[in-house]
């Protein structure tokens, strides 16, 4: 299927550029005609791989998150969301509800989980050492 659109995107890992990040995607789509709930989701969506970046991906250290959007003929978003950062070790663990890495803190361990309820698909790619790529995929207007 053919890319209609997509855009490219980088920014520092601050956590004052999680709802830019949020803000960005959700404008790209705008095109698209979401729902307010297809919008909110895909916010959340985003808020949650960024977040993950942020406090997982860099471990609150510096860092850049980049992300990447396309949209297909067929309205499919996919959304990446990557960071150079740590790594994940045992992605099935990661994305295992209420899993954290950092216990210590008020971490409920439920950003894949809910990264999974709010698109159609979302996967996860990682290197120890090298950093974590989430892409979320979620078909604008299958519901209406």
């Not at 997509?6 to 803000?23: D, G, H, I, W």
């Not at 954290?100 to 894949?112: D, I, K, Y």
Request: glycine residues 8%.
């Amino acid at each position: 299927m053919k890319t209609v659109n997509q855009m490219r995107l980088s920014f520092p890992s601050k956590s004052r550029n999680e709802a830019f990040a949020r803000s960005a995607v959700s404008s790209f789509v705008t095109s698209l005609d979401p729902t307010l709930n297809e919008l909110n989701d895909l916010k959340t969506a985003v808020s949650e791989a960024v977040t993950n970046c942020i406090v997982h991906g860099y471990r609150r250290q510096s860092g850049t998150i980049y992300i990447y959007a396309s949209v297909k003929e067929d309205n499919t978003l996919t959304v990446k969301i990557r960071d150079k950062g740590v790594g994940i070790e045992d992605i099935s663990k990661a994305m295992e509800p209420l899993f954290t890495t950092s216990p210590g803190e008020e971490r409920a361990g439920l950003g894949f989980a809910v990264m999974q309820s709010f698109c159609d698909r979302v996967k996860v790619s990682s290197q120890v050492g090298r950093g974590t790529t989430v892409t979320l995929i979620k078909r604008i207007g299958a519901n209406g």
